[in-house]
Structures are given as structure tokens and as C-alpha cells.
């Protein structure tokens, strides 16, 4: 699932704001992981606002400049910098204003979809809802088990009835995970025993409204205790790419190929090397994905969440021109939604996509071409098939590909370092964030700083738009 950019914390899917905790809070160390995603947006909003507000188009065409405290900036970085260096006060106030107003917002949309909501309890779902007088609770609680990973595309006239009879059902079989439901379909992965996950499925296979096959869910080792909590919601996308799917439809995606037909397209690929300049294997994923496992040859773009990916191609239609294109990605979600918007900039000789995704290739080529890791979003991080490692040590550079997440309060983001390091105290993402946690176990800091204020987001552009 691709859930949907960011780490983990931030790479999950976004749920709705419980708006009856919102009132009052006006620092972040109170928020709730969803409320602190909605921060987080307000700050990347404001933070782009304050920039945008210090430009100014020169009299030579094309070129862009700022100016700011008697400076003249002409390049991105530089303007940022001196932005978050000099006016981050000011990047503040304009935040939790921003906040305050999405919250009211939020709280307004809230109370017009109250009479939709009620639709949706009003309809009876308990006929898609398996019986299971005929197993224990203990069956359904304890066991070997097992993550579903899916996803279905198709016409949901309600989406809120798909969302109550999911959480219904996850909730009678005792599953966690995520389901986002919208009106162009329904993702999930969720955890639990095998007999509960095997109803979970029957279930999903006898709906009116999904024609699925056995085939479409992809099943690794695992559990409920892959997952903190059961999150069940209704989105405009089922895959967060940021971009309206009445605008780009996944109806509009590349050809689909099997396994074995995208095994031979990179064999054929490989076989050619340096050669081959009329094709590219495009992985989109995020960096921290492709980082621990990808195919062979293929291009990582270095983007931190799927909904930068439209930016990526965008800047980067030459490098896509008449030629045909290989993609990839975790399930094979991504790829729908990422392929349609490629098509659609008219550039490509043709776009193909892995049927399935790299989980689906894995079951079929366990040592294929795709080597390392595959990152999954839920309490793992990752699977494997294959014992290639292919990421160092972010501290000692040796080999090492799994992750944790970095040890400073509320920072999210992901960090690789093996167990000497750990030891060492090298916990933290960065040395930025290591010398913060170490002065709040100090006590010497109030007020906890933003969680991407440090060195592993300024090096990645957090606004699309400004690359």
C-alpha cells in the first residue's frame, strides 16, 4: 500500500482530525499524530508563503529572484536558508494562524457531511459481514498470521457505507492496519491471525461491489502486531498522490505487465547495458524505499512522498521523451496512478508497469533482479527474499539496511544505523537531531522544535513547486 510520502509516521495514511481535541492546542508536543500532519502541512504552506512573498520577477526574461533584508537571493536554496535562519518566528505565526483556519475549515466540513454519515449507518451491513459463531475468539486472536496488502479500483457510489462495513469488519475478525476508501475505490493492508485474514479475504471476494480474484492480495508473514491501531477512512484518493483522479484516472495507466513478462523486459534491458538508451526501469517509490532495495539499473527518483512524484516528471520531461518506460512499485497502486499522470504528458513511446508490484515479482523471482529489502509500511519496515544488502550504515558506512526510527522527540524520519553505532548512541537521523535530543533529555529546551527541522530535510526540497 502505498500508502500512502515521508517516513513511516509521516509515510501512513493521513486520517481524519478529531476536531473535539483542537481547541487549545498551540503547541505541537500536544498534538496528535494526525494533528501534527496537519502542522506540518500548515508550516510547508506558510514556509512557502513567506518565500513566495519576498519574490520578484527581474527585467531578463525568465529569470526569478528575492529579496529580503536588504539581500538579493537568485537561487532556491539560498532564499530558503535565510528564510528559516532569520524569519522562522515569522514562519511561526503565519503557521499557527494557517493551522487555526484548517481546523475551523475541517470542523465546517465536519458538520456537512454529518447527514451522509448518518446515511451510512442507516444501511445494513451486516450481510457482508462473515459469521463466526463457529470460531473461537482465540482463533481470531492468537495464531500464526499474516499482512493483506490490496487495492481495488471501481465506481463507489458511498464511499462512508465501504467505510463503516470496513471498520465493522476489521473489528469482528480483530484486524489493524489501514483502509482508505474513496470514490474511485478502496487500499488496504491489515494484520491478524491467519483463520481472520483468510475470512477477511472471503469477505472482500463475495462484496457486490468488488470483483476481485485471490490473486489481487499480496500476503507476507507478520500480524496484528504489525500494525499500532485499526484506521479505517474516506479520502478523495486511495493512493495520495495529490493529484484529482476525475482529473488523471487510473482508467488512463500504462500496460499492465506479469511478473514474468516484466522479468524478461529487464532481462532484455540488462543484457543491452550502457547500450540501451531507449529505455528506462523507473522506480516510484521514495528514497527511503529505493534506498534498501530496487532493481537493477533502474532510476530512484530522490523524492520523500508519492505526491512529489508529478513534480519529478514534470521537471524531467526530456529525460522521459520517446522513450519506453518500465515501472515499479511496491503493490503496483502507485504505478496506476503514476503511469496515467506520465501518459499523460504525451512524452513516452510507451509506459508498462509490474502487475502486482515488486511483492507480487517476489513470490514469482525470489532471486530475480530485484535486490535487498522491500519496504512495507507498517511496524516491520521491511520484508525479504534475498540476503543482498545494498545501503551502509548511515554513521559507519558499513552494510546495513535496517531501519529505526530516529530517537529524537518527534521527528519521524528514518535512520540506518547498525547495532555497534546504536550502541555508540548514534540513534538519531542526523547530527542536528542527535545534539537536540541530547538537550532534551537535558531539559534545556522548552518547547520542542519542529520535527523536519534538520540536516535530512534540508537537503531535499519540502515544497514541490520550488525545486
Known sequence: MAAAGHTPCTAFLDWDLDSSTSNGLKQEKQLSASQRRYYSFCRRKSFATFVASKRHNSQEKGSTSWSCCGQTFSEHPAIHKHVARIHDAEVKELTQATYECLLSQLEKEHETQQPKEHKAEAVDISAWIPDTSYISKEQLQKGPGKVILYYHYCQVEDPNVICAWQKALCEKLHLTGKVRVATEGINGTVGGTNVATDLYITAMLSHPLFKMDREDFKTSDGGAECFTDLRVGVYKEIVPMGVNPDVISYRLAGTHLEPEEFHKEVEALLSKGNLCNDTILLDCRNFYESKIGQFTQCLAPD???????????????????????????????????GSAYLRSKDVCKEVYQLKGGIHKYLERFPDGFYRGKLFVFDERYTISSNSDIISDCRYCSCPWDQYKLCSTQFCCQLVLSCHSCRQNGHTACCLTCQTKGQAQSEGSFATPQHKEECECTDGRPRIPQDV
Request: charged letters at 35%; glycine letters at 6%; proline letters at 3%.
Open 303 to 337: 523524492i520523500r512522498k508519492f505526491s512529489y512524484f508529478p513534480d519529478y516528471v514534470d521537471q524531467n520531461l526530456e529525460l522521459f521523451r520517446d522513450k519506453k518506460v518500465l515501472m515499479y512499485c511496491t503493490g503496483g497502486i502507485r504505478c496506476e496512478r
